[in-house]
């Protein structure tokens, strides 16, 4: 297992995970700051994690940052991949879905 995104609001994080589960990426949101005594940081804001298997690490971080671009930025320039036809925005050098170069 890997984390793919910190740091987050609970809610965010659940929609990060329901956005990579629409990808095929099994995500699972766990609570960061939950130490092995538990109820010892309970004065800290609650934030949460997302984390992957694995396997799919990489692709997961890479469709965190493209949704991330997405809600920050509406100018984003997409391209299509000319392989697998996903859009990726034009700062990728390499498809996020097939790895293939743009
Ligand atoms: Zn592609």
Partial sequence: MQKVFAEGSVVEAQ???EFLLQHGI?????????????GSVA???ALSEVWVDDVDAERG?????SREEHITTDVVVK?????CTAENPSSFEACWSCSRAL
Avoid at 61 to 65: D, F, N
Avoid at 79 to 83: D, K, M, Q, R, V
Wanted: charged letters at 20%; aromatic letters at 4%.
């Fill in 43 to 45: 004065a800290r804001p």
């Fill in 15 to 17: 929609r990060i995970a």
């Fill in 79 to 83: 391209l299509s991949c000319p392989y």
């Fill in 61 to 65: 971080r890479v469709l965190v940052e």
């Fill in 26 to 38: 099994d995500a699972r949101v766990l609570s960061s700051g939950v130490g092995p005594q538990g």
